[in-house]
């Protein structure tokens, strides 16, 4: 796995941001302006869940993508062809994301973007796998689908390891002496606290780490302290880990507090109160944090009457990295579209360039250290040489 851009630097500044590779160059447009004649379609798929506990976030999804073809179509559409969207309800299983992507598939489209739930995204991207059509995985957990090590599928999320290093890499900006590590016991809690916690003895600071499935925060605050840790840093589930930088606090504890991204949710700032505030956070970043982002947002608030969510963000830039890649091949062929994927000229996102490995992950990870500031997160780090 590579490591995250933060440790390698990048220049991009910030203007770059919003200007370079937001939008394709103009072309085909009449000598006299207005709107550019656009002769024949290029048609994207998009793959979300539509309906179930997720259908919300779904038609996030989509209309993220949607915004994204209507802009493309403003400015000229790709290789002077308008660019349509197919959308097909992936659901959240195994079976309806394989359905979905057969739906597609049936519809002829150049290449996908979307899948949210991980199961019916890691089907989906098996079966458009096999046909060779390019998939950006916008917002769907992407360690699997990187481990599947599918040739046509690029996953836009980071990995849990870029996670980690996104948290050891702020605790050594923050000068952190003594280390804390704590999870809540579940798979995925433990999994993360481990990969922090191997970083960060392998960078030779000192560190502990405690598993803790019991209410008695109290008594683990204790524990941490008694430790003498300046930092702790908490993988688990939002709602103890409010209650838990709340004990910590009221235990007199000083240092630096940090949560992962699970406790980017209301309930950590509900349970943690006013000791919630300064916390930080490793998080994927989203519209609300990314200043570059304002401009989308009001554009995307103009037509949809509501505020973009993150996975409105992550289909919006998949679907423009999908049309440059099909500008750069200079054609719609599935094989020379997915060889463009990866070389992607001057495109950047709202977080920066956009660059994949050699495995598919991202070369430059999409997460940011969020703080809490007057009971709101709010962005203190890109993490990013801007």
């Given at each position: 796995m590579r490591r995250r851009g933060a440790v390698r630097s990048v220049a991009l500044g910030a203007a770059a941001l919003v200007v370079s590779g937001l939008?394709?160059?103009?072309?085909?447009?009449?000598?006299?302006?207005g709107a550019p004649k656009l002769r024949g379609e290029i048609t994207f798929g998009v793959l979300a869940p539509l309906s179930g506990d997720l259908a919300e976030r779904g038609q996030d999804l989509v209309d993220g993508a949607q915004l994204a073809a209507a802009e493309l179509n403003d400015q000229g559409g790709v290789l002077g062809r308008q660019v349509k969207v197919a959308v097909e309800d992936g659901g959240c299983t195994a079976a309806t994301g394989e359905q979905a992507a057969t739906g597609l598939a049936a519809k002829k489209v150049v290449g996908v973007v979307g899948g949210l739930c991980e199961d019916a995204a890691l089907a989906a991207a098996k079966a458009v796998a096999a046909a060779g059509t390019p998939f950006l995985v916008s917002?769907?957990?992407?360690?699997r689908l990187v481990e599947a090590g599918m040739p046509s599928v690029f996953p836009m999320e980071a990995t849990i390891y870029q996670e980690a290093l996104a948290a050891v890499h702020w605790m050594g900006y923050r000068s952190a002496q003594?280390?804390?590590?704590?999870?809540?016991?579940s798979a995925a809690s433990q999994r993360l606290s481990g990969l922090v916690t191997d970083r960060i003895k392998a960078d030779g600071l000192p560190v502990s780490r405690q598993s803790t499935d019991g209410p008695d925060l109290a008594k683990l605050a204790g524990t941490v302290i008694a430790s003498k840790a300046d930092f702790v840093y908490w993988t688990g589930a939002p709602e103890p880990g409010g209650r838990l930088v709340?004990?910590?606090?009221?235990?007199?504890?000083?240092?630096?507090?940090?949560?992962?991204?699970?406790?980017?949710?209301?309930?950590?700032?509900?349970?943690?109160?006013?000791?919630?505030?300064?916390?930080f956070l490793t998080t994927a970043a989203g519209p609300k944090l990314?200043?570059?982002?304002?401009?989308?947002?009001?554009?995307?608030?103009?037509?949809?009457?509501?505020?973009?969510?993150?996975?409105?963000?992550?289909?919006y830039d998949a679907l423009r990295a999908l049309a440059q890649a099909v500008r750069q091949a200079g054609d719609t062929a599935p094989a020379t579209v997915v060889d463009n994927i990866p070389r992607l000229e001057d495109f950047t996102t709202f977080t920066g360039v956009l660059r994949f490995a050699a495995d598919h992950s991202l070369t430059y990870d999409n997460y940011v250290i969020a703080q809490v500031q007057g009971g709101t997160f709010t962005l203190a780090s890109k993490l990013r040489t801007d």
């Open positions: 939008l394709g160059a103009c072309s085909g447009s009449d000598e006299g302006g917002s769907a957990p992407a360690d003594q280390v804390a590590v704590l999870d809540d016991g709340s004990a910590l606090r009221q235990a007199g504890y000083t240092g630096n507090f940090m949560a992962s991204s699970e406790s980017d949710s209301p309930e950590f700032l509900q349970a943690a109160g006013g000791a919630a505030e300064d916390a990314l200043p570059a982002a304002a401009q989308w947002a009001a554009r995307f608030k103009d037509r949809y009457r509501r505020d973009p969510g993150r996975d409105a963000m992550q289909a």
